[in-house]
């Protein structure tokens, strides 16, 4: 299955300054602390997965709690800047890298290898999301833990409204199934979370919580979350994204979910 060729993946190092802004250090950061609450303290001798690593933020962190984690990226500059984080974190030891993309697992990978699989910011970008889940699926152990992070429709269309007060543009992203990304101007896929439970459901995997990531913090001024006023927007962000009433209209849907006994058929394409 191939990653759509998009400025995201061309222009790695670009996407790596942006990691380092408040807001996309927030995203990473949420997102590691609400999938951390369901990994085993004893993460020795135990693998994980990033799928569509970028940078590797994610990956040097499960390292930091033992894990053996392999770090797959279609682009190899991507892979090259984290390695270089892995390296100047400590963990390059516990990290290694494949280039190649979410379609190719099951030819990578034989069916029980990893015990939490990372999936961030990578299904807006396939072409049929649906069988990536399922691609993932096929690679975890029975009680194994996975971390889905994906653009929230309804967040683009309150971006819309309020960031750039474009009301035409809010009324359109109520239904659309792509929205432009800000960053680098190329559209990419919005989903709800029905859709997600959906293809997790499908893939014989059960939702074990739902997160909201970034509510607020996109309306807010840069320095409103510099230096010490980072720590107070993060826990925030965390308290309303735990809450289904807030989680709803945050910019990024997390669903954390666990490997159940039997994939169901419905709906695979077979």
Not at 83 to 99: L, T
Not at 221 to 227: H, K, L, N, S
Request: net charge negative.
């Amino acid at each position: 299955m191939r990653i759509l060729d998009t400025p995201r993946f061309q222009d790695a190092e670009r996407y790596a300054s942006y990691l380092k802004t408040p807001v996309g250090k927030l995203r990473s950061e949420l997102a590691w602390e609400n999938l951390h609450r369901f990994l085993s303290g004893n993460a020795s001798e135990q693998r994980a997965l990033d799928v569509g690593c970028g940078t590797g933020s994610a990956s040097v962190q499960l390292a930091r709690m033992g894990f053996e984690v392999v770090l797959l990226d279609s682009s190899e500059k991507m892979l090259e800047i984290a390695q270089q984080q892995a390296e100047a974190s400590g963990v390059a030891a516990r990290i290694s890298c494949r280039h190649a993309d979410v379609g190719q697992l099951a030819d990578l990978f034989a069916g029980d290898s990893f015990h939490v699989v990372v999936c961030h910011n990578l299904l807006e970008y396939v072409e049929d999301a649906s069988r990536a889940v399922r691609d993932i699926a096929g690679v975890l152990r029975n009680d194994a833990v996975v971390s889905v992070l994906v653009r929230n429709r309804a967040g683009e269309v309150l971006r819309a409204a309020i960031k750039s007060g474009d009301r035409a543009l809010a009324t359109a992203n109520l239904s659309a199934e792509t929205v432009v990304d800000s960053l680098f101007g190329e559209p990419v896929r919005v989903f709800v979370p029905a859709e997600v439970n959906d293809m997790l459901a499908r893939a014989g995997l059960e939702v074990a919580a739902e997160h909201g990531v970034r509510l607020f913090s996109d309306y807010i001024g840069t320095d409103e979350m510099a230096g010490d006023c980072y720590r107070p927007v993060f826990e925030l962000e965390l308290t309303l994204g735990a809450l289904s009433e807030f989680a709803a209209i945050a910019r990024y849907i997390q669903v954390i979910a666990r490997r159940s006994k039997v994939p169901s058929s419905k709906g695979t394409g077979q």
